[in-house]
């Protein structure tokens, strides 16, 4: 597989979306411009940028901060979601009796649970990779218990007829049949746990991207609002690929088809 | 394959062929049943059925369509327990254990993350023979199954009949005795599978394992078989034990004999009566 018609197809699936960014941020300048808005309701994408890079220096120590809490709060996150999803998957019982439960939990919006996650656990990092950690697990969990569940029955038949134990099917054929589906949940769950930390930071913090939002929001700079947006756009963005990366490592070929060496534990 | 002649010498069938009640039973079922549904309202499947497979026999079963043939494979497998019966290998009866049989399944269901070659050797595998000592074996087989030079390549690279030959290679190799063999052509053209029934019918004849191979295809059967069951519809039970009497090696153009033709004629005559009393009984069953 050389990579040119990949590059080349990238291409061609990139254009359209930004030539339209472009159109958009053309007539979101000639608009402002045009009618006169005030900055501090609505900057134009211009100032934006001549205040991003004034303040460069601040916004990329504030961002390497948020960086750093979202990739620990997501890697703990989904290595929870995983587990739960494995240990749900192998004792049935559980299953039946946390499935439910997990499904209702979500009905309570995890942000909620912010301030007094902070009020328990004061405002180090604990609280915040908690909060990351319950928006991030439950994609996680449930895209993984799904792929578990679908695992084609022939398949299935196949590795009992032959003498398979609980534990050979479950590594060489429910994981590795389970990791398309796993991988979209932990796409989700990449660009949740951007939202997770900035909320995080929201409520209890001395540096990040969330803490600086609502540090600039007091001083009505809209400006600097805007480009620390673009800032969490950008990082969900990078995450999301990042994931999409590691699965084309993981699983090669056909189906989205993996190979033994990445995908069967062994 | 010093092995597949030891088998041979010891089965001590030469081009003769027929009878082959002289080599010991391989596998033997008697009176098997099997329902599936609620206790209120059981649908019976299979409805007693016996059979024997001897050492080095090619055994097919026909029957209609839904007249619960996988389903018989799956008690043999072990994935089901029976109602009433018993399955016996090698004299020991083996009802609800797994892992004694090699097993063809109707779909090839290779993994797709595992190269063709790691596929094959997957049965070793789960029964804890070290790779090294089989992965001669299974490339000098999928050589000869038209696999090589594709040992590496992963399964959707292969075309449906090279898929359904790196199943059958799977089998193959498997440590245990026994092939049970599900449809393993129903999905390829007609071209295809008489290709394939070609091949199998020499790689079978060179290493003479026992087989039992479920098809609804009349003329395989005879092709192939040493001895054919049919079985009527639901619930299933041996209708008819034909003993095929053309000599081994065998070749294609038996299909013109005379001797053929009449079986045939007369499987179908009994294969489209069955097929006939199913069908009405499942249109009773709706109204
Ligand atoms: N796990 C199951 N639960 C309930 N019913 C089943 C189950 N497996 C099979 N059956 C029923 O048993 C009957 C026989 O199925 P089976 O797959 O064994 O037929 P078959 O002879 O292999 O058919 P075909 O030739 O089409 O493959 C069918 O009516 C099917 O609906
Ligand atoms: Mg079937």
């Given at each position: 597989?050389s990579?040119?018609?990949?590059l080349?197809q990238?291409f061609?699936?990139?254009w359209p979306p ?20 005030e900055a ?17 220096e ?5 961002t390497?901060?948020t ?11 989904s290595?929870v ?22 499904i ?19 405002f ?16 996680v ?7 578990f569940?679908?695992?084609d029955r022939?398949?299935?038949?196949y590795?009992r007829?032959?003498?398979a134990?609980r ?37 209890g ?5 969330g803490y600086?939002?609502i540090?600039?929001?007091?001083a009505f ?5 805007f ?5 969490i756009?950008?990082l969900?963005?990078?995450l999301f ?9 993981v699983?090669r070929g ?13 | 394959?010093?092995?597949?002649e030891?088998?041979?010498r ?10 082959e009640?002289d ?6 079922l008697?009176g098997l049943?099997?329902s ?9 499947v299979?409805?007693g ?27 043999i497998?072990?994935?089901l327990?029976?109602e009433?019966?018993?399955?016996r290998l ?5 009802n ?13 269901a290779?993994f797709?993350w595992?190269t ?15 790779r ?6 299974a ?12 040992e ?7 075309s ?14 498997s440590?245990?005795?026994l ?9 390829l053209d007609?071209f ?18 026992s ?8 003329e395989?059967?005879?092709l192939l ?5 049919v ?14 009497p ?8 038996i ?12 499987l179908t005559?009994?294969m489209?009566?069955?097929?006939r ?11």
């Amino acid at each position: 597989m050389s990579l040119r018609p990949t590059l080349n197809q990238w291409f061609r699936f990139a254009w359209p979306p930004f030539v339209a960014v472009l159109f958009f941020l053309t007539a979101w300048e000639a608009a402002v411009r045009f009618f006169g808005v005030e900055a501090w309701i609505l900057p134009s994408p211009s100032v934006i940028a001549g205040e991003a890079s004034k303040s460069a220096e601040s916004l990329w120590m504030h961002t390497l901060s948020t960086l750093q809490l979202t990739l620990i709060g997501f890697a703990i996150g989904s290595s929870v979601g995983l587990l739960v999803a494995c240990v749900l998957h192998l004792v049935p019982l559980l299953k039946s009796a946390l499935y439910p439960l997990l499904i209702l939990s979500q009905n309570v919006p995890t942000i909620a649970l912010a301030p007094l996650l902070m009020i328990w656990f004061g405002f180090g990092l604990l609280p915040k990779i908690i909060v990351i950690t319950l928006v991030c697990f439950f994609p996680v969990a449930v895209s993984a218990m799904d792929g578990f569940a679908q695992t084609d029955r022939t398949m299935l038949n196949y590795m009992r007829m032959i003498g398979a134990n609980r534990v050979q099917i479950f590594r060489k054929l429910e994981f590795p049949h389970a990791l398309p589906s796993l991988f979209s949940g932990l796409r989700i769950a990449a660009t949740y746990s951007v939202m997770g930390a900035v909320i995080a930071e929201w409520i209890g913090a001395q540096k990040g991207i969330g803490y600086y939002m609502i540090l600039q929001k007091s001083a009505f700079r809209t400006d600097r609002i805007f480009a620390a947006i673009v800032i969490i756009v950008v990082l969900s963005l990078l995450l999301f690929l990042l994931v999409t990366l590691v699965e084309r490592l993981v699983i090669r070929g056909g189906r989205r088809s993996g190979n033994t060496e990445g995908g069967e534990l062994r | 394959m010093s092995k597949s002649e030891k088998e041979n010498r010891r089965i001590g069938r030469g081009a003769e062929a027929g009878s082959e009640s002289d080599a010991p039973i391989k596998l033997e079922l008697s009176g098997l049943h099997k329902s599936f549904g609620s206790k209120r309202k059981p649908l019976p499947v299979i409805g007693g059925v016996s059979l024997q497979v001897h050492e080095g026999e090619f055994v097919s079963l026909i029957g209609p369509s839904g007249s619960g043939k996988s389903t018989l494979f799956h008690l043999i497998g072990g994935l089901l327990q029976p109602e009433q019966g018993e399955i016996r290998l090698d004299g020991r009866v083996i009802n609800g254990e797994r892992g004694h049989i090699g097993y063809m399944p109707q779909q090839p269901a290779l993994f797709p993350w595992r190269t063709i070659e790691d596929n094959v050797v997957l049965d070793h595998e789960v029964n804890g023979i070290p790779r090294r000592e089989t992965l001669d074996e299974a490339r000098r087989w999928m050589e000869r199954a038209g696999l090589a030079g594709f040992e590496q390549a992963y399964p959707h690279m292969l075309s449906g009949g090279m898929q359904q030959r790196a199943a059958f290679v799977r089998a193959l190799l498997s440590p245990h005795g026994l092939m049970c063999l599900d449809e393993p052509f129903s999905a390829l053209d007609a071209f295809t599978r008489s290709e394939m029934q070609t091949w199998l019918l020499d790689i079978w004849e060179e290493t003479r394992r026992s087989v039992l191979f479920v098809t609804h295809h009349i003329e395989e059967a005879l092709l192939l078989s040493d001895t054919i069951y049919v079985l009527s519809g639901r619930p299933s039970a041996v209708l008819r034990r034909i003993e095929v009497p053309f000599p081994r090696p065998r070749r294609e153009e038996i299909a013109e004999s005379p001797e053929f033709l009449a079986l045939r004629r007369e499987l179908t005559g009994l294969m489209k009566e069955e097929q006939r009393k199913t069908r009405s009984s499942d249109i009773s069953g709706i109204l």
